[in-house]
């Protein structure tokens, strides 16, 4: 699988804290190579976010995403919940 970044994506993971950036690292790892995986709760989003999609991070923390084919996802942007839903 191909992950490509949004730039939106990219800005808001330089201000994401050092701690979440690792966790974050080792969930898009755990995504290669299971998309489904439970621990990752990858669900469907609705309102100005639908057809995009959401993993959990740690805690509050999502990454949104959307599949642009069967081999590539863009990641959209990462933060908490009231920050990217709010």
């Given at each position: 699988?191909?992950?490509?970044?949004?730039?939106?994506?990219?800005?808001?993971?330089?201000?994401?804290?050092?701690?979440?950036?690792?966790?974050?690292?080792?969930?898009?790892?755990?995504?290669?190579?299971?998309?489904?995986d439970?621990?990752?709760?990858?669900?469907?989003?609705?309102?100005?976010?639908?057809?995009?999609?959401?993993?959990?991070?740690?805690?509050d923390?999502?990454?949104?995403?959307?599949?642009?084919?069967?081999?590539?996802?863009?990641?959209?942007?990462?933060?908490?919940?009231?920050q990217?839903?709010?």
């Open positions: 699988m191909k992950i490509i970044t949004h730039r939106a994506f990219d800005k808001a993971f330089k201000k994401t804290p050092i701690s979440l950036k690792k966790k974050c690292i080792e969930r898009l790892a755990l995504f290669e190579k299971n998309q489904i439970k621990r990752l709760n990858n669900h469907a989003l609705t309102g100005k976010y639908f057809g995009y999609r959401s993993i959990n991070i740690a805690n923390w999502r990454v949104i995403f959307k599949e642009l084919d069967n081999q590539t996802v863009v990641l959209v942007n990462i933060g908490t919940h009231s990217l839903y709010g």
